[in-house]
């Protein structure tokens, strides 16, 4: 039947797949990616960063992001924004500034407001990896020259920008529960007691083949207790190379149980597929030995991960 359309008949607000613009003059990759009945969302892999969109202190490009936009509203699928504020793909306009607090402050407000006011009407993750893996802040240059506050300053800006976009924060290793993940409830419960916009929780997803946390569910869970709703933002699941049928069997267990965690609570609304084809996946690059991660093979074949997911919902 297809992912998107498993997921919504399960009362899910989409399924999708991230995607980049080098890959978009591969025409059979196109074509199932612009297929609304796997994908009715798309979220651009490196597009909206702040390397790409103000490489130079306010001069802003927005030609590749357009492109993706274009493709997903030609194609009618949701987008989501990725991402404001990330200490990594940063130009280092601004990780070596030297800024003040007061200046940054007002850097980060130019670059939000602006990158969302232009991508209008998306659900946007605003603020991206924020915390250590033992839940203290990650000390990038927003963190150590505004302090925390700089997620509330971010989320504002984008609220002030589009008032009808969905503001997340997102992170890696808060599949489960933890140390990691309870910072980021934490970090909910702060920005609502301030008043800050947070409409969402979105966990990235990038997994081990066998090592998906047991406490996934419950993790979701403590997320949408808070009154937010949850995303499954870049999920892939890789393997150490070379695949075997048994990781793929594993890998297959391994999606349905993500999938079933999230259609197991009601405001775990979407989930995003980190690109939906071996051949363009990031993992490869970054894990050394490993890859596979994800439910189309690099010949654009179903993989046993695709009925898990199927299953899943
Ligand atoms: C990755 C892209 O997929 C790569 O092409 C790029 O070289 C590095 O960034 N977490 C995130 C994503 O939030 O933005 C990252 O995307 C993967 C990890």
């Known amino acids: 039947a297809g992912l998107a359309v498993v997921a919504k008949a399960a009362g899910k607000l989409y399924f999708g797949s991230a995607t980049d613009n080098p890959e978009l003059s591969d025409a059979p990759y196109v074509a199932i990616l612009s297929d609304t009945k796997e994908f009715n969302q798309i979220t651009p892999g490196n597009s909206m960063k702040w390397d790409a969109t103000e490489p130079s202190r306010g001069t802003f490009r927005f030609a590749n992001g357009d492109a993706i936009v274009d493709l997903a509203k030609n194609n009618g699928q949701l987008l989501r924004g990725h991402t404001c504020v990330w200490h990594s793909q940063l130009p280092s306009w601004v990780t070596n500034g ?19 006011d232009h991508y209008k009407g998306q659900i946007w993750d605003v603020v991206n990896e924020p915390f250590n ?94 009154g937010v709703e949850v995303a499954i933002t870049e999920l892939d699941i890789r393997m150490t190379l070379p695949v075997t049928d048994a990781l793929l069997q594993q890998q297959k267990r391994d999606y349905q ?18 690109d939906y084809t071996d051949k363009y996946s990031w993992v490869p690059s970054v894990f050394n030995g490993q890859g596979a991660a994800l439910p189309w093979d690099a010949n654009f074949n179903k993989k046993p991960a695709y009925d898990g997911i199927v299953a899943g919902f």
């Open 257 to 274: 149980t993500v999938i079933a965690a999230c259609n197991a609570v009601p405001k775990c609304v979407g989930v995003t597929i980190w």
């Open 133 to 226: 893996e033992d839940g203290t802040w990650r000390t990038s240059v927003f963190y150590n020259t505004i302090g925390p506050e700089y997620v509330a300053v971010a989320l504002r800006a984008a609220r002030a920008a589009d008032p009808n976009a969905k503001l997340y924060v997102n992170d890696y290793n808060i599949d489960g529960t933890g140390a990691k993940s309870t910072a980021m409830v934490n970090l909910v419960k702060s920005l609502q007691a301030q008043g800050a916009p947070i409409d969402g929780v979105g966990i990235q997803g990038h997994l081990i083949v066998g090592q998906v946390p047991t406490t996934i569910q419950a993790n979701i869970e403590q997320f949408a207790a808070l």
């Open 98 to 116: 030297g800024f003040n607090n007061a200046t940054l402050q007002s850097i980060i407000q130019t670059h939000c407001s602006t990158v969302v």
